[in-house]
């Protein structure tokens, strides 16, 4: 169970990470939407998880929040991405192609039989 | 670096006001405002898009309580949690508390206070040096009390041949008149080479040490430098000081450093107050030229190992260079040429080379007490622990986890020793004084300076912490491992603690019977070996002796003029009334100074390597008499042994039969101080170094021939010795009225002083035996008394069944008897295994002593059935009627 979350949890600050790199500054329920629809729906978790995993983005220095307002006048907290959250997507966006090219390879044979 | 400060982060994230939860309030509303929004936009109504909404964040609740994990600490967390809990658990039993308090701080406390002393003397052996690790004391064979000493000529050869050290400095330690403008004060100083402060890394607070010329010309380095105790008293501090000329021993030095403050000299335990170069032992001493001559053995050599070389390396390279220099100078070497090397913890120059066997042993023992102390905690928690069944078993079924509820009940544990911790800290502060108290008040420089510094702390904190996990580890298992619903169902206080329950606190007292009794034989042992040191007669008389010396070489004297001041003294005092006799030696017997002779013996060849280093004193006419020390054979020195007339000896019978067994040792001849004198009389043999010591041979000289400038005066008085203190003093000063007069004591003081150790090891086990006593009492007491009260209705039952008083008394003593016995029986086990590590310490007692065996387990019995018998008596009191109907 552990294991899984904490895959989950590298996972999604990858990809939150990601959204706001192509997005620009983006409220909570926004990147989870984003994430949901990018996943082609096939991504079905609870968005309370992504909390969370902004706190420990913005905890390590990786994104910055702020209050704002949001298209239709509601008012949202607004992440965006640090100097040193540029260079950590590339980074991680770099290691994750990485373990999935060297995954891939054991599980190619697998699924061929 | 990123982690690091996420963690600090979320460290500060414990201490968060209200603002953050309102932030993360607000950031939940407007998530779920924008979902709601769009699932509206989608065409749902409002419930559902609501619905919908809440189900897709997976709770606010849960989203939140992630979130607070996230941003703070949750272990941390909860720790402080259990803190805050613990803290108001022992607050609602303050005296369960106090009790728990109470006894491990004696226990914590015993441990501080001895590691405190630990600390500022093997651990930290010469303060103000550097890296004393690396330091070694050096000596040429000889035993702890008496450690072999090297001549200048020999250090200089082994210091230019050694490659085992980086540095080796020889100094001596003697006393000094620093004499001038204001009254002559008597320091003690030590001449030493001038690479001294340079091999223990010590750096001047002012000025300098000495340099490598100071070691080169005999009489030509007049500096000294002062130890900073000396310059805040005698100068006031004067940061002028260097270049200022004082007068030692009446010749004209130049001050050119002040040492830092923590340095005391290089002997643990003693004081140095000022430090010259050797080449001026012509001008502080008087006697020999030590410069030139290589048979006086008179320099304690210490050294800084090179890096990586062992103590064993060192050893045999120094052995190699000493057997070489004893090849060369056969005349100067046929005594004791084996090299010892020691580590500064246990150097036998300066205290730690007693301190080095006692402390340890003393540490141990009082962590057999922490261990008791212990023990009679835990019992306690598992007494309480019953009354706290229901609130455990309760948060258990609310699914609180086993760990979590373990943990808890440790942090309890853990408060309270960290309390206890912090009582015996305060105990210490004032404790950690009282080895000082032990030595007598003594113009001798003894100089301990022992404060708990931060290494006592940090030792107190890692006590204290340990220490409850040792004694809450037991009853939080137990608690923990409690089957809820079993206990839920139970009716409140109608069952005990349960068969396993009741085994653990029996087996507990067992355990704390048996560690008493063994921490009361070493008690009774130690105080045993004691009282015997004291009863036994050394071998001469102590009572009524006063004691006094002065110094005639700085004020001037030649030899001639001295012996005739010497003789003038002694027929003034035995002229003086109230005085019966007086005498004079250089070095007292049980005093702290010591002579050793390197003797040949007419008649006596010695084995090869044989040691003819031989323990002496010159002394003055009639000194056996005034010492009470029997006469066995001719006669003793007197007045009539001149300088003119043949050179004279007395040995003692030790010595006498040990090299001329069954020959008459008068009229032998011996060979001591550079000549030949022949025996005209035998002593009785008596204790030398410390009472109880093995006999060891003695060698007397006439101080009459043998002059010595800075004799002790020693007189046997009528009636306390202290009172005739002006009177001698006069009698100096009627001969010359500058001359001052230092050391005046009793000689029965000085021999209290040989006998510290045995006395401080005496009090500090008798107290620790002490404390256990108590402890095991209170325990046995504890635990019999708790366990009756939970056989209230049985012992009801019974009695209404037609058991008489006698019967419950028989039913709740012979619970006593069984456990008592048990314990003696394990604790003599453990003691005759344990105690024969205490024997090095004991002097002249076995290390199992019958008396001592069977006095102290007769006793802990009696008094553990004693405490056994105020419940027996409170059940025996019990009526049927009442315990049946108790609930």
Redesign the interface.
Known sequence: MREKADVWQGTLALMILKTLEGMGALHGYGIARRIEQTSGDRLSVNYGTIYPALLKLEQEGYIGSEWGVSDNKRKAKYYHLTRAGRKQVEREARDWQRTTAILDRFLAPEEQS | M??L??WL??LGGLFTGRGRER?LA??ME??L???I??NMRRGMLPDEARRQALI????VE??KE??R???GLPALETLLQDTRYGWRVLRKNPGFTMLAVLTLALGIGANTTIFSWIDSTLLNPIPGAAQTGDIVSITRGGTVDDPGEFSWPDYLDLRAGTRSFSGLAAFQFRPLDLTGTNKPERLWGADVSANYFDVFRVRPFLGRGFVAAEDEKPGGAPVAVLNYGLWQRRFGGDPHIIGRTIFLNRHPFTVVGVAPRAFHGTMTGLQTDIWVPFMMQQQVASGADWIHDRGDNELMMQGRLAPGVSIEQARGEMNLLMQHLAQQFPDSHFGQNQVGIYPLWRSPNGANGHFYIVLPMLMAIAGLVLLLACANVANLLLVRSVSRRREIAIRLSMGAGRGRVMRQLLVESIQLALAGGGVALLITAWSTGTLADFIPPTSFPVSLAIHPDRTVLLAGLAISIVTGLIFGILPASRSASLDPMAILKEETGSISGGRRKARLTSALVVAQLAMSLLLLVAAGLFIRAFQRAQQTNPGFNPEHVLVASFDLFPAGYTSEQGREFDRQLLAKLTALPGIQSASMADVMPLGLTRNTEMVKLEGYVPQLHEAMDIRSAAVGPGFLHMMQIPLVAGREFTANDREDTQQVAMVNQTLADRYWPNEDPLGKRIWAEGHWSTVVGVARTCDYDRLDEKPQPFLYLPLLQDYTSHPIVLARVAGDPLSFAPALEKAIHELNADLPVFDQDSLAVRVEIASTLQRLAGTFVGAFGLLALILATVGIYGVIAYSARQRTREIGIRMALGADRRDVMRLVLGQGLRLTLAGLALGLALSLVLTRFLSSALFGISATDPLTFGTVAACLGFVALGACYLPARRAMGVEPNVALRLQ
């Open positions: 990123r982690q400060r996420a982060l979320r932030d607000a950031e407007s998530h405002a924008l979902h929004e769009d897709s964040l997976g709770g849960q989203t992630r979130y994990d996230r941003r």
